[in-house]
């Protein structure tokens, strides 16, 4: 059942080439334009949202966070994230017009749950992001995508986290053509390079074996950070929930550009940092991520960076780096996430803890 794997955790991060290109399956018509069977909204409906407003809990927030950039890239409307427990009772603004979109690998977290039923009661339309068939959250949503992830055992959420990506880069696009905002080309150019990532995806995965020497290597660390700018913010975010769910060590994630608003004071010698770098573009990103690594190495931490193939820059400033393949910034969290996943998972076995069931976390958390 767990295919020669020591957890299902370990199982599902070596699912993941499969869950993203099930997750891809028959979104595309004969003529090449997205269909989304079951988003059960008019294109008239679709066209008057103005405000998108996302909610969801744990990982699924951090895919709401990636969701966030790529659709007000794509689609030019304002996007929130939002924390579910937090939504409901700020008084969110909210109107027919609003679309908020629930994400939940299991479609019964209550928080997330009370979330949505809040919006429907403001006449909001709401769209659920889900991995369980009729579970309670795609059941009162006027609308889902359904990730095709397969049954998720592992308490953390690697495949689910991956496939909820794809189901936000799915609703960008889609709500890019209708809405008309990105040409169908270059919708196409997306959806092709989306069908790219189980193939680069299985390249990081063949690179296990390096992230396994890291965790080895950092057993008894006391602390991990970890950096990352745009969309590599939230993949930031992530490598450090899974640290701590799983290893039950003191990790966070930043923003790069925040550090030197306080973060980088926890900087000492030692200290190990992981950091997503972006790929090399024809904005600054790349070039400042660089410089908060040079900042954070010239005051003793351990740069462990995740870099594209060719990135050569990177190469002064990282005491390790694991290459990641190619591609655009908006897409990187699908490659970056998995030495993550990988390294959280390696360090906990290392330590004797339970992957599958970490001590006081339950798969779907079903009181508020
Ligand atoms: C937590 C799980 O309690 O719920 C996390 O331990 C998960 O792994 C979070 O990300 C949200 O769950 P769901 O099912 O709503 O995506």
Redesign the pocket.
Known sequence: EKDGHDWFMRKEIFEQPRAVADSLLGRRNAAGRLQLDEVRLSDEELRDIDKVIVI?????FYAGMVAKYAIEHWCRIPVEVELASEFRYRDPILTRETLVVA???????AD?LQAIRHARTQRSKVLAICNSNGSTIPRESDAVIYTHAGPEIG???TK?FLTQLVACYLLGLYLAQVKGTRYNDEIAQVVDQLEQMPAHIETVLGQADQVYALAREFVGTPSVLFLGRHAGYPVALEGALKLK?LAYIHAEGFAAGELKHGPIALVDDGLPIWCVVPPRGRDQLHEKMVSGIQEVRARGARTICLAEEGDTAIEPYADELIRLPKVPVLLQPLVAAVPLQLFACELATLMGHDVDMPRN?????TVE
């Open positions: 969801a809990c744990g990982t699924s994400i939940s690998q299991s479609g019964e977290t997330t308490v953390a959420s689910g769910e976390l339950a798969k779907s958390v």
